[in-house]
C-alpha cells in the first residue's frame, strides 16, 4: 500500500518538524512495515517551471510526424524574461495552456539531461513534459496541463506537482486490511504520535429509505451489507482535476474518468471498494446472488468468463453484470457518454471473495481488500463520499434517495483479565495504559472488577480473542520494551533415544561425504510410473489428500525417492555432476480404506469422528533414502578419480547398520526401481529392512540424472529399534595373524554369503574379515569367480601360533566349501 506523506497528514495532525524517517520507523514498529520509500523530486536537478503556451505552431514533417513549434512564458525563469522556444511532439494542448518546462540544466529521472539543440529546422531550449518524463507514471501519449489556479509562469513546479511529497509504500499484513486505505495508515500515524486524528469517514448521512434504487439481496451471508446511491447530470466532458490525478498516481492507480477515478480515490481513501453502474444501461433492479449452473460474463478486461455456482454476482433483470467484489462487467461499465450513475457500496464475505478471485485468477485492488475484511458499517459513508464528489467535480445532482439492505454485524466482545497484557508481555504495563490503548484503536472499554471488556471498533474483524487485545496494547507500548528473558530448561532431560540414534545416523551419512536434503512428502501416480513400480506393488497404494498443495501431486508418499531424485536432477542440471544426496523422513502407509471425514471448524469432534480420524491416520514408519552420482572418488594428481557404483550405496547401509550395532544379511535381489542384477536386500533375521544398488537405465532416464545412478532406502525405525548401546573395542597388545584366502565359487553366489560363511567358521579368534579382490578370467572356470579375502586373528591373551591361525583359516574355508562348493586357490 502507497501513501503519500502530505495525504497522511491531512488526516493526522503530525508534527511539522517530523522527519520521514523518524515515521517510517514508528510505523514499522507499530506493524506497518516500510516497503520502499519513493521521492520523485530527488530524481530532477536543475530548473523545472511552470510556463504559459504563448503560441502553437503545427508544422507536417517529411516522416509523416506532426511537431509544434511552441513558444512558451517562462517568466524570468530562464534569466530574461523572453519567451522560450520549444519543440513539442504531443497534440493535447493549445494557446494558453499552463504546461510544465523543463529549462536547460535540468536533468530528469534516467539521467536524461536537458540542453538547448537543433531539432527539426528549430533551436529548441528545454522540453515541455509529460507526466511519465517526470516519474510520475506511465503516460506518454501527452503532456502534463495544469488549471490556470495552479501558479504563474516561472513558478518552480515541484511544489505543484507533489515532486517534494514523499510516497511511503507499506508491506500490510493480512489481518490488518484496515491498512490498505489512507484512513487507516493515518489513524496509526496519530496513534504512534498520540496526535489528533481526522477519520474522513465522519459525516452526516441521509436515512436510509426506499425511494433509492431498489435492491434484492438474496445472500445476505455473502453480502450482510448493500448501500446504493444515484447522482445524475453528471458532465461528461468533466476532467479529473489534477490535484486528485496526482495523488492517484502517487498511490499506483491509473486515471481514466472522473467517475472511475472519483471511486477509486475514495477507495484508496477510506478501504472501501465502490463501483459505479450507468443507470441507464441497468435493467431492472439490482440483486445479490450466486451464480447460477451455464451462466456467462464478460468482465471489464473483455474476458468471457464460465461462472461457477460458487460465485456471488451482481445481477439485474438482464443477467450477471458483474463479479461480486472482484470485477464489473462490460454491460453496465461507466462510459464516455454517461450522464447518470448508480454507486454501489457493499460489504462482502471474504472467504467467498477470495475463492472467486482465485477461481477466476482475477486479483484486483478491490477483491484485495474483501478477502481481508472491509468495515461492514464504512458503505453508506464510502458512497456519501462518491456522490458529494461527483457534484463537487462534475456538476451531478445527489438523487435524494438512499438504499440500504442489511446492517454490520454485531461487533465483536473480547473479556481479559485486565493485567493479561502485563504478565504476557513482561512490561509493567498499568490499567490506564491498558484502558488508553485500547480505546486509542477504537475500542469500547468497560471494567468489573480485575476484569475488563472491549468492544473491537468495526473496522477490526482481526480482533477475536483476547491475545489479539494483548498484541494490541504491546504493539502501542513497544515491542523494543519487551525484556528478553531465556526459559529455564527442565533438569534431568536430554535427547531420547531415538534422537540420539538419528544424530548418530545423520554423522556417519555427513561423515561418508552426503548432504542432508528436505522434500515435500507428496507425490504422483507418474512419478510411480517413471519408477518402473508395478500397480499391484503395495508401494502404490497410498492416500490422496483432499486439499493438496498441488493438484499435481496429491498422494502422500509411500516412498522417499521421488523427492530425493528430484533434488538430484536439480543438482545436475546445475552442473553440480558428482552428488551425495540422504533424506530421513516418514513415508505414509495407508492402515485402511476409509477416509478421512471432513469436519467442521465450530465445535470438538464427537468421539465417534475421532475414532474415525484414528482409523484414517495413516502408519508414518521413518525411512532412510540416499541418492550417489558421478565420481564418488575425485581425480587429482594423485591418479584418476572412481566412480560411483552400486557397491557404495550398499557401503552407506553396511555403515549405518554398523553405527548401530546391528548385524544386516545381505542377499540379491529384484526389485523396481533397481536394476535386476545390481540390487542388493537387507534383512535382519527374517525381517526385510530395505534395498540398495544401482537404478534401471530407463529409470534413470525418465528422471533426467546421470547413468549408473546408486539409491538406498531402508526402514531406519526397524534398524533404529534393532540398535544396540555402543560398546568400546577390546584391545589386545598381543600381535595379529595375517592369512589371506581366495576361493572360487560359482558366479551366483553372493560374495556376502561367503564372506558369513567364512566368518562362521573362523571362530572366536577371527577379528576382521574383508573382500579385497574379485577375479574373473583364463585361470577360473567358466561360469565362477575368485572372492580373495584377507583374515585377521588375534587372541587377547597370547601370541598365537603359526599353526592356530593357519587352523582357524582352514576352518572357515571347510565352511564356506560345505555351503557352496567354494574351493581355495
Known amino acids: 500500500m502507497k501513501a503519500p506523506v502530505s495525504w497522511i497528514r491531512e488526516y493526522a495532525a503530525l508534527p511539522d518538524d517530523l522527519g520521514i524517517d523518524e515515521l517510517t520507523h514508528r510505523l514499522t514498529m507499530l506493524g506497518l512495515k516500510l516497503e520502499a520509500l519513493e521521492a520523485p523530486g530527488d530524481a530532477i536537478t536543475g530548473p523545472l517551471v511552470l510556463g504559459r503556451v504563448i503560441s502553437r505552431q503545427p508544422e507536417p514533417q517529411k516522416n509523416g510526424k506532426t511537431i509544434n513549434w511552441c513558444s512558451v512564458d517562462v517568466g524570468d525563469a530562464n534569466g ?112 504512534g504520535f498520540s496526535v489528533p486524528f481526522h477519520d474522513p469517514a465522519e459525516r452526516e448521512l441521509p436515512s436510509p429509505d426506499d425511494s433509492g434504487y431498489p435492491v434484492q439481496v438474496e445472500d445476505p451471508v455473502g453480502c450482510p451489507v448493500f448501500v446504493a446511491r444515484t447522482v445524475t447530470g453528471l458532465d461528461p466532458a468533466a476532467q479529473t482535476p489534477e490535484w486528485m490525478v496526482r495523488r492517484l498516481t502517487q498511490v499506483g492507480m491509473r486515471p481514466i474518468s472522473l467517475a472511475v477515478d472519483v471511486t477509486n480515490y475514495v477507495m484508496m481513501e477510506l478501504g472501501q471498494p465502490i463501483h459505479g453502474y450507468d443507470r441507464d444501461r441497468l435493467s431492472g433492479a439490482i440483486g445479490v446472488r450466486r451464480a447460477r449452473e451455464g451462466e456467462q460474463l464478460t468482465t471489464l478486461d473483455g474476458v468471457r468468463r464460465d461462472l461457477d455456482p460458487g460465485d456471488l454476482l451482481i445481477t439485474d ?117 491498558t484502558v488508553g490503548h485500547l480505546e486509542a484503536i477504537g475500542c469500547r472499554v468497560s471494567l468489573e472488577g480485575d476484569r475488563l471488556t472491549a468492544v473491537a471498533p468495526t473496522w477490526r474483524p482481526d480482533l477475536t480473542d483476547p491475545f489479539d487485545l494483548v498484541e494490541e496494547v504491546v504493539r502501542i507500548v513497544g515491542y523494543d520494551r519487551v525484556p528478553a528473558v531465556l526459559p529455564t530448561a527442565p533438569a534431568g532431560r536430554g535427547l531420547t533415544r531415538t534422537q540420539r540414534l538419528r544424530r548418530r545416523v545423520g554423522h556417519v551419512l555427513a561423515g ?148 548401530l550395532g546391528v548385524e544386516l544379511t545381505v542377499t540379491r535381489a529384484t526389485l523396481a526401481p533397481w536394476h535386476p542384477g545390481r540390487c542388493a536386500e537387507f534383512r535382519i533375521g527374517e525381517l526385510v529392512v530395505g534395498h540398495a544398488g544401482e537404478l534401471h537405465p530407463r529409470v534413470v532416464r525418465s528422471w533426467g540424472i546421470p547413468a549408473r545412478t546408486a539409491v538406498v532406502e531402508v526402514d531406519l525405525d526397524l534398524l533404529m529399534r534393532h540398535a544396540v548401546d555402543p560398546v568400546g573395542p577390546r584391545f589386545s597388545a598381543y600381535p595379529v595373524a595375517k592369512e589371506d584366502v581366495a576361493l572360487e565359487v560359482a558366479e551366483d553366489v553372493p560374495a556376502a554369503q561367503v564372506e558369513q560363511a567364512l566368518r562362521d567358521g573362523a571362530g572366536e579368534l577371527l577379528e576382521s574379515i574383508r573382500l579385497f579382490d574379485v577375479y574373473r578370467g583364463d585361470q577360473v572356470a567358466a561360469g565362477h569367480k575368485s572372492l580373495a579375502f584377507a583374515l585377521r586373528f588375534r587372541a587377547a591373551d597370547r601370541t598365537l601360533t603359526e599353526s592356530e591361525s593357519a587352523a582357524a583359516r582352514d576352518a572357515a574355508v571347510r565352511i564356506a566349501g560345505e555351503r557352496f562348493g567354494a574351493a581355495q586357490r
Open 512 to 659: 561418508n561425504g552426503l548432504t542432508e536434503v528436505i522434500s515435500y512428502p507428496f507425490c504422483s501416480e507418474s512419478d510411480f510410473e517413471s519408477l518402473g513400480i508395478e500397480p499391484a506393488d503395495v508401494r502404490r497404494q497410498t492416500l490422496r489428500l483432499e486439499n493438496p498443495l498441488s493438484a499435481e501431486e496429491p498422494l502422500l508418499a509411500t516412498t522417499l525417492l521421488p523427492g530425493l531424485l528430484r533434488a538430484l536432477a536439480r543438482n545436475t542440471g546445475r552442473a553440480n555432476a558428482d552428488v551425495g544426496l540422504f533424506e530421513v523422513s516418514p513415508v505414509f502407509i495407508p492402515t485402511g480404506s476409509e477416509a478421512a471425514p471432513l469436519l467442521p471448524t465450530d465445535r470438538r469432534p464427537t468421539e465417534q469422528e475421532w475414532q474415525q480420524l484414528q482409523k484414517a491416520v495413516p502408519h508414518q514408519p521413518l525411512h532412510l533414502a540416499a541418492a550417489i552420482s558421478g565420481d564418488r572418488e575425485a581425480a587429482g594428481w594423485w591418479g584418476a578419480g572412481r566412480p560411483a557404483t552400486w557397491a557404495d550405496a550398499v557401503e552407506v547401509v553396511r555403515s549405518v547398520a554398523t553405527s
Open 80 to 191: 530574461t524574461g523572453d519567451p522560450q522556444g520549444i519543440v513539442c511532439g504531443a497534440h493535447n494542448f493549445d494557446v494558453g495552456d499552463l504546461v510544465v518546462v523543463a529549462l536547460p540544466g535540468a536533468v530528469l529521472p534516467g539521467g536524461f539531461a536537458i540542453g538547448a539543440r537543433k531539432t527539426y529546422g528549430h533551436l529548441s531550449a528545454g522540453m515541455i513534459c509529460s507526466a511519465a518524463e517526470l516519474g510520475l507514471g506511465q503516460d506518454h501519449s501527452g503532456i502534463i496541463v495544469l488549471p490556470d489556479e495552479a501558479g504563474v509562469p516561472g513558478v518552480d513546479a515541484r511544489a505543484v506537482l507533489g515532486l517534494d511529497d514523499p510516497v511511503i509504500e507499506f508491506e500490510i499484513n493480512p489481518d490488518r486490511a484496515y491498512a490498505l486505505s489512507l484512513r487507516g495508515i493515518a489513524r496509526e500515524a496519530a496513534l
Open 317 to 433: 433483470d438482464s443477467g450477471p453484470i458483474g463479479l461480486a467484489g472482484v470485477m464489473g462487467g462490460e454491460d453496465t461499465e461507466i462510459s464516455p457518454s454517461t450522464t447518470a450513475v448508480v454507486i454501489e457500496a457493499a460489504c462482502f464475505e471474504a472467504t467467498s471473495i477470495f475463492r472467486t478471485q482465485r477461481r477466476h485468477r482475477l486479483p484486483s485492488e478491490a477483491s484485495k481488500r474483501f478477502e481481508r475484511g472491509v468495515d461492514p458499517a464504512l458503505a453508506g459513508a464510502a458512497a456519501d463520499r462518491v456522490a458529494a464528489l461527483l457534484a463537487e467535480l462534475g456538476g451531478a445532482t445527489i438523487e435524494p434517495g438512499c438504499t440500504q439492505v442489511g446492517t454490520p454485524p454485531p461487533a465483536a466482545s473480547i473479556t481479559i483479565d485486565a493485567d493479561l497484557p502485563a504478565r504476557i508481555s513482561g512490561i509493567d504495563i498499568d490499567l490506564d495504559t
